[in-house]
């Protein structure tokens, strides 16, 4: 008999213009790896105003919500690939609306959270309503992600229209524990109370562990899931562990929790996958004509008047790239926020110091990204100081995929990274890669073998040990050219498949029967692919 899966998210890459982060991939991927194995799937997420427009209507969702009725609307959108075993759904109400985040999540710096809260407490009304309606088939499965979605176990634990799904096992992924939406219980247009006024709220069962008159929905789904999933096996010990900030990211406050629910046997750490087949194939020297064509590209854009002049500066630098070309390049390409760049924000004179082991060799350092406003002002002012330092400072598919071909070395000097996708795109193509010693990158790059790591007691201790392995590993790139190709042919043979993480999912999170697993280890399955074939993800 088949098995039958929905899964709730806010994010899904399945589907177009659905996508903020690494929650998109993941709820884009494992869909298509269990109908691989012949079970079906339904995707849902909230229309934002926009996504059900080329959609097909199913069914309206008559529900309470605020204590008064409401109405939503279920459509049916096509896939980016066309998969019998998978349907894609978005839900629509006038509230559901685009955010300023990715056209997804609102930014409300006054009230964390509170507009996103509003939205995904009548979204999980609308998707229980929708399972009630049994417009999903019989479920064996929900699997939720991320707070957005933890509110269906509120209705499952304590609403009476909802008693359907206590008959359904929950999974609850965390993907980013740091983002945690808390908001009161009461008093506020966007409290839990104001959401369900007919449902007795139990404080004592809901209360946030610091602020003991809130809810905090991350929370929420740590407690009350069949079976809790962190992204990779080290991030699951990492977060039972409070948080010393900078030095160590840890639970963030719930580590109580964490540990109560492993002690429970509903913890579990399942590293996320990469793609390795039906991949597009890219150029090759496309690298400074990607960057190039962009950056005239945005000159063009109205909205990228603000930062003309640097991007100008920018295209100099590349330019010149062109006529003398670098004798070494390594890169980064990620958010520009604190868990990717604090080792930068906190100490400048870092990143200063890797441009001048670097320019020592001809060596160059590229970092494309956007993101929080301070760090963008930090990374174009060394831009202007340092010459070999390029920041392209915008989002490029093309230019991404030419650094992940192109450069000889990956930096990812991640704060913390429950699991990191960076890295497994670079060493796909043989790219070695450099990287703080922490959560999913101790599960995916060992030290001198796959890979560059540093690690340290302090702050200080770190900043010392980053720039010491760097130096290392340029020194092996430049006088040591058998070691360097040994450790890109070991980067280039991992595989951290999504056939074999999803096949975890069935033994540990799902609790269902699956094909048996080999031998696999991550460290040893060599790939049987060319040494010059170049693939990235799509």
């Known amino acids: 008999m088949k098995t039958n899966f929905l899964f709730v998210c806010a994010e899904n890459d399945g589907i177009p213009n659905c996508k903020a982060g690494g929650m998109g991939d993941v709820v884009r991927d494992v869909p298509r790896q269990i109908a691989s194995f012949g079970d079906t799937s339904h995707v849902v997420t909230p229309s934002y105003g926009r996504l059900h427009h080329n959609g097909e209507w199913i069914a309206s969702l008559s529900f309470t919500y605020r204590g008064a009725s409401q109405e939503a609307d279920l459509y049916e959108v096509p896939g980016k690939k066309v998969n019998e075993n998978i349907k894609h759904y978005v839900i629509d109400h006038p509230a559901i609306k685009s955010?300023?985040?990715?056209?997804?999540?609102?930014?409300?710096?006054?009230?964390?959270?509170?507009?996103?809260?509003?939205?995904?407490?009548?979204?999980?009304?609308?998707?229980?309503?929708?399972?009630?309606?049994?417009?999903f088939g019989e479920l064996q499965v929900i699997h939720l992600h991320d707070w957005h979605t933890s509110l269906l176990l509120f209705l499952k634990e304590f609403h009476p229209s909802f008693t359907v799904l206590k008959d359904i096992r929950f999974v609850y992924s965390i993907h980013n524990l740091a983002i945690q939406g808390i908001r009161p219980f009461r008093d506020n247009h966007s409290s839990l109370k104001a959401f369900y006024p007919e449902i007795i709220i139990d404080e004592d069962k809901l209360k946030d562990p610091r602020y003991h008159d809130c809810i905090n929905l991350m929370s929420l789904g740590i407690r009350f899931a069949d079976a809790v999933h962190t992204v990779s096996p080290s991030y699951k010990e990492d977060i039972q562990k409070p948080s010393d900030f900078p030095v160590f990211v840890g639970g963030e406050g719930l580590e109580n929790d964490l540990k109560q629910a492993d002690e429970e046997g509903r913890l579990f750490g399942i590293l996320n996958g990469c793609n390795y087949k039906n991949i597009n194939k890219a150029k090759k020297n496309e690298l400074y004509r990607n960057s190039m064509r962009a950056i005239f590209k945005w000159l063009q854009e109205p909205n990228k008047k603000y930062k003309a002049d640097f991007l100008a500066h920018t295209g100099n630098k590349i330019y010149s790239l062109i006529l003398n070309k670098p004798s070494f390049v390594c890169a980064s390409v990620a958010r520009l926020t604190e868990q990717k760049f604090f080792f930068y924000k906190n100490s400048p004179q870092t990143l200063i110091n890797l441009l001048d082991i670097l320019n020592e060799r001809n060596g160059v350092y590229i970092v494309l990204g956007t993101g929080a406003p301070e760090y963008e002002e930090l990374l174009r002012d060394i831009s202007y100081q340092k010459e070999n330092f390029i920041f392209i400072n915008g989002q490029s598919e093309e230019i991404i995929d030419s650094l992940y071909f192109e450069s000889n070395l990956y930096l990812m000097p991640s704060l913390f990274e429950p699991c990191g996708i960076s890295q497994m795109l670079a060493m796909r193509n043989g790219q070695p890669c450099l990287v703080h010693a922490t959560g999913g990158l101790i599960d995916t790059v060992e030290h001198m073998k796959s890979g560059f790591s540093f690690s340290g007691n302090t702050m200080e201790a770190k900043n010392a040990n980053f720039e010491s392995v760097f130096e290392d590993a340029l020194n092996i790139f430049f006088e040591d050219k058998e070691l360097w190709k040994h450790i890109s042919k070991v980067a280039k043979s991992q595989r951290f498949s999504w056939e074999h993480s999803v096949k975890e999912y069935y033994q540990q999170l799902y609790q269902l029967e699956t094909p048996v697993l080999d031998n696999y280890s991550p460290r040893s399955r060599i790939a049987k692919r060319k040494s010059s074939e170049f693939i990235y993800n799509k």
């Open 99 to 135: 955010g300023d985040i990715a056209h997804i999540y609102f930014n409300d710096p006054e009230q964390p959270f509170y507009t996103d809260a509003c939205m995904f407490s009548l979204f999980c009304t609308a998707v229980a309503q929708a399972v009630k309606q049994d417009l």
